[in-house]
């Protein structure tokens, strides 16, 4: 019995190939051809001389193409990250390693090249959410601390005894701790939301719902406030849209009229078809105050940005209209101002009930 190896044969020694297989130039050639990286081998005149399909891919260039064409003058030994323009316009982050070699007695420089743009996006993606994060918790304890300051000096006031026996009194104080509770429960309704959009949470489940009821709801939780809101919009009319973030849409508005602006604030909301077919649900929100500075409309809906001149006046964190547009995007719509001479008008566009079933563009509504 034998091992396999027929008679008067012998088995082929280190770096002899058997007849018919592949030789070492043949696998090294396989290997670069399936590389994941790009190759490219350049001369001391910087002329490509090889490069592998990788390489072609990376520069958006044909073998036949990058080979010959001369690449520059020779490059340092070394590691380096670069832009790689293609040749269509547009990008792509390169880590670049260049080593150097001889062949056949001539010298050549080997780049091997990895795409790593992903990778730098996400690194930027990561960088800017924390560079968010740091701001939303300077921005939250600076906002918290005024009002829960405020708080405490008003309890430690009602421990007074001589205050605890003036009824009228008490019931001022606590009508103050009141409404510095209802501004700290609008403000981490914000952050939380601001956090949903974010994580690209914010679209919600869609869904019919009546305008004119919805608005009513919204009034009501105005309170005395409601009083200087005129509504008009007309019977039926039905937005398609997460009601969670309509009503979020809507409180912001709302709030942002009656802060900033003066009486009476308008709302009205009403059906608009554009020319392609479109069907909306448009919503003005109107106040009869000095409007938005000319110079301060490029920010109105940037993240915590808030108009100078109504800084000191108002409590805020500069997050109500940066959500509106946000949620109103996520759910098919959108969110701007109109100037007006004599106030404000923001407007909120939403899909309309029977319409945004059939043409919702945002798949997973993040």
Not at 186 to 212: F, M, Q
Not at 223 to 241: N, Q
Not at 274 to 298: K, M, N, Q, S, Y
Request: net charge negative.
């Amino acid at each position: 019995m034998n091992d396999g190896v027929a008679p008067g044969s012998r088995s082929p020694s280190p770096g002899e190939r058997e007849p018919g297989g592949p030789d070492h130039e043949d696998i090294v050639r396989a290997v670069l051809a399936a590389s994941a990286d790009g190759i490219v081998a350049i001369d001391e005149q910087g002329v490509i001389r090889y490069c592998n399909p990788a390489a072609t891919e990376l520069f958006g260039r044909p073998v036949d193409d990058l080979t010959g064409s001369d690449l520059g003058s020779p490059l340092a030994v070394g590691e380096t990250v670069i832009d790689l323009v293609l040749p269509g316009g547009g990008s792509r982050v390169v880590d670049m390693r260049v080593t150097t070699t001889v062949f056949e007695g001539e010298r050549l420089h080997v780049i091997a090249l990895r795409d790593i743009t992903r990778r730098r996006q996400a690194e930027r993606e990561l960088e800017e959410a924390l560079e968010r994060r740091n701001v939303v918790v300077a921005v939250a304890a600076h906002q918290l601390h005024n009002p829960l300051a405020t708080i405490g000096l008003l309890v430690a006031v009602l421990r007074d005894r001589r205050v605890a026996a003036d009824a009228e009194r008490r019931t001022e104080i606590l009508a103050r701790i009141g409404e510095r509770v209802t501004h700290l429960q609008g403000l981490v309704r914000k952050l939380l939301t601001a956090s949903r959009i974010d994580a690209h949470e914010a679209g919600g489940t869609p869904e019919h719902v009546p305008v004119l009821g919805f608005l009513i709801e919204r009034l009501a939780d105005l309170g005395e406030r409601a009083e200087s809101v005129r509504l008009s919009c007309g019977r039926g009319l039905r937005a398609y849209v997460d009601r969670v973030a309509f009503s979020e849409m809507l409180t912001n508005y709302l709030e942002n009229a009656l802060s900033y602006g003066r009486p009476p604030v308008e709302v009205r909301a009403e059906e608009r078809t554009e020319e392609g077919g479109g069907r909306w649900v448009d919503i003005t929100v109107r106040d009869h105050g000095p409007g938005v500075a000319p110079d301060f409309l490029p920010r109105l809906f940037e993240r915590f940005s808030r108009d100078p001149a109504h800084g000191q006046g108002t409590d805020g964190a500069g997050l109500g209209l940066w959500i509106v547009r946000n949620l109103a995007r996520a759910n098919g719509g959108d969110a701007w101002y109109e100037p007006q001479p004599d106030g404000a008008c923001f407007r909120l566009r939403l899909p309309k009930a029977g319409a945004g079933e059939r043409t919702w563009p945002y798949g997973d509504r993040s």
